[in-house]
């Protein structure tokens, strides 16, 4: 990806576990690249297809000169944070961040951390089928809405479906998500659980009733296959519920194990349940 490089920003902050430090501050640098698309700023010569890296500097300055972090690890990722959620171009952001007077009693050039934080295409399932099921849905989108970290949210219709998984309870609503998140994805996935907590969900039963219910069906391209997670969700194929909303949204997503598209399996599913039910 094409990118924007700013090299050796100084700036003046209070950043450090010690007091002294905190007092006193010391002189920072900070090295920053950002990926985005150029092309269009190029052929254009337009600021407004491009971003302003002056602006992009004060961010950075404001960033590590309003607060006082003990660790740099955290005046790293909150300017990463920053950038990512005030320039809207900008899909993804390493920041190294020197540190050339931090209190080592020896020789020594500087002491750095180097981060780098992305926008990552997520889609996630919703579902409920407690109390006021509609409600739970629409407070949970309010929450990742008011969310800093996802931006871009886009909601398919809701399908009404049957319980899955053979435990007698109410019919389901379900649904699509698809947005971007700054989140990687055992983060997301707690953010999901919180959401989920909020609500009200209490995990007692497999597949049974539940007043809301997130899943993480695809996280860009990944292929992740962990004990608490996995990308994409190894039961999708087989759920109507999940790929008819999915292909509203994106139908042409292309499943990065499978190599069928969304359409597509949306139709093995069709024809798997005429030959199911054929006498």
Partial sequence: MECIKIDNLEVYAYHGVFEEEKQKGQQFYINAVLRTDLKKAGRTDCLTDSTHYGEVCLQIKKTMTEMSYDLIERAAEKMI???LIN???IQEVTIE???PNAPIPMEFDSVSVQLTRGWHKVYVA????MGEKETY??????EFKDSIYFRNIKMSDIFYSKPYGGVEQEDFVNGILEMETMLEPFELLEILHE???KAGRIRIQHWGPRTLDLDIIFYDDLVLDEKEL???HKDMINRDFVLIPLAQLAGYKRHPLLKKTVDELVEDLKECY???HEV
């Fill in 81 to 83: 944070e920053d950038i």
């Fill in 87 to 89: 320039f809207p171009l």
């Fill in 97 to 99: 961040l020197r540190k």
């Fill in 126 to 129: 919703f579902g409920s089928n």
């Fill in 137 to 142: 849905i629409q407070n949970a989108v309010k």
């Fill in 195 to 197: 959401f989920e907590e």
């Fill in 230 to 232: 996995q990308i994409p």
């Fill in 274 to 276: 005429i030959h199911t």
